[in-house]
């Protein structure tokens, strides 16, 4: 542990909570202005290819 810079036993459990709360965002859906982007950029991309 040492030689990953783990100096007690508490750093590496706040390491693993905060890995914890990090995977767990993952999974979230992805805020409205995200979609709303994500949607505009395709219609965008529809439109160059038919034009």
């Not at 030689?3 to 859906?29: H, M």
């Not at 709303?36 to 038919?50: F, G, H, R, S, T």
Request: hydrophobic share 35%; glycine share 4%; charged share 20%.
């Amino acid at each position: 542990m040492k030689s990953a810079g783990i100096t007690s036993p508490q750093v590496f459990y706040d390491w693993l909570v905060e890995e914890g709360k990090y995977l767990c965002n993952l999974c979230r859906t992805p805020p409205q202005e995200t979609v709303e982007m994500e949607y505009y950029l395709k219609l965008v991309a529809l439109e160059a290819c038919q034009s």
